[in-house]
Each structure stands twice: as C-alpha cells, then as structure tokens.
T-cell receptor
Framework: DAGVIQSPRHEVTEMGQEVTLRCKPI?????LFWYRQTMMRGLELLIY????????DSGMPEDRFSAKMPNASFSTLKIQPSEPRDSAVYFC????????????FGEGSRLTVL | AQKVTQAQTEISVVEKEDVTLDCVYE???????LFWYKQPPSGELVFLIR??????QNEISGRYSWNFQKSTSSFNFTITASQVVDSAVYFC?????????????FGKGTKLTVNP
C-alpha cells in the first residue's frame, strides 16, 4: 500500500513567491496533519484536519500560511508570500485513529526560500 | 505547559555497542502518553512505541527496549547490539489527556550514528 505522498520533495523559490505543498494521505485515514521541521524549533504542528475539516490551526505561524483539504485524498499547504524564514522541511502525516498516537509520515517537502 | 527534552544532540557508537537515548518530559497532567519515533535518512518519521502514564512496565521489542520512570519523568530508549541500519534521528514525544496524535509535542531529537 502506498504511504503518505508529498510533493514536491524539494522546492527552491525566491522571497515573495507563492509556494504550494501537496499531500495525499493514506486511503481511509481520517486525520491529516501538517508539521514543520527546522533545526532551531524542531518539529512543530501547524494544523490538523479531521474528515477534511480543520480542527486546530493554532500552530500556523501567520496569515501568510493557509491549508486546505478539499477532499479526503488531498491537502495543500500554501505560503504566500514566502520569506527566507519559512525555509524548512514540511511534513504531512495521517492516521486512521488519532487516539492511538501513531502517525504515518510522508517523506517531507524541503523548502528553501532565497 | 508540556515539554520534552532530549539532551543528547548527537551520539556516535561502533556497531554492536549498546546505546541509550535519553528523554525527559514535563507535564502537569496525570494522564499522558509518551512516544518514540525514528527518522531515517530517507526523511519520514516512523512510529516505534506509545506508552501511557499508568503503565510503567518496561517494554522490549527485539533489540529495542524502553524504560519508563515516572519518578524521574524519563522515558529512555535503549538499542542493544546496535547496527548500522539503526543510524537515524530519534524523537521522543508527549501527548496529554486522551493520548491522541492531535497535540504531540516532540523533543529536538537525538542523531544516532552507528559506525561499522
């Protein structure tokens, strides 16, 4: 079975540009999470969805960040406009049952903003 | 507020050595869950274990073992007879309340390098 699929794997862009990261969760998983990983701050939860509905977006750094989940098999994380401090690895994860604590992670999207 | 501290930033061992990765946590809840995840060079995090605050029994899975001590707020992870394939970054994480994935707080991770 396919795992969580993220695209692009690597993105290099210039400050001010719009960036869209994509995620396809594992089929049947009702929960989807977006995490950001940096050396300074480690892994941070940005937002998570349950049945396509955003439940908690308190981790989204600012209004430049937005996330959507139009259907059960697709989610996007958008940064507009991007800034150099947004450079990080962005992970998408899904799970069928949030209470188990077992998240299934994608391989991440490494974003570099110049 | 909940917090997870992994004081060891990097550890390097020679194959077949035993190695222990430390994890210390802070929480005000009496019900909480602790986790370990592995991040191999390919990048994705892989779930290893979940323990609840009411179960202090040590757990062993093959060469992996976990020691949970509430008295010291620690949840340490030991790899016995380490192998090169164990090289990865290991994360300890904490979740309060129901123990779900919704609010996992991760430590900064410990990078383990196992040399042949």
């Amino acid at each position: 079975d396919a795992g969580v699929i993220q695209s692009p794997r690597h993105e290099v862009t210039e400050m001010g540009q719009e960036v869209t990261l994509r995620c396809k969760p594992i089929s049947g998983h009702d929960y989807l999470f977006w995490y950001r990983q940096t050396m300074m701050r480690g892994l941070e939860l940005l937002i998570y969805f349950n049945n396509n509905v955003p439940i908690d977006d308190s981790g989204m750094p600012e209004d430049r960040f937005s996330a959507k989940m139009p259907n059960a098999s697709f989610s996007t994380l958008k940064i507009q406009p991007s800034e150099p401090r947004d450079s990080a690895v962005y992970f998408c994860a899904s799970t069928p049952r949030a209470y188990t604590g077992e998240l299934f992670f994608g391989e991440g999207s490494r974003l570099t903003v110049l | 507020a909940q917090k997870v501290t992994q004081a060891q930033t990097e550890i390097s061992v020679v194959e077949k050595e035993d190695v222990t990765l430390d994890c210390v946590y802070e929480t005000r809840d009496t019900t909480y869950y602790l986790f370990w995840y592995k991040q191999p060079p390919s990048g994705e995090l892989v779930f290893l274990i979940r323990r609840n605050s009411f179960d202090e029994q040590n757990e062993i899975s093959g060469r992996y073992s976990w020691n949970f001590q509430k008295s010291t707020s620690s949840f340490n992870f030991t790899i016995t007879a380490s192998q090169v394939v164990d090289s990865a970054v290991y994360f300890c994480a904490l979740s309060e309340g129901q123990g779900g994935s919704e609010k996992l707080v991760f430590g900064k991770g410990t990078k383990l390098t196992v040399n042949p």
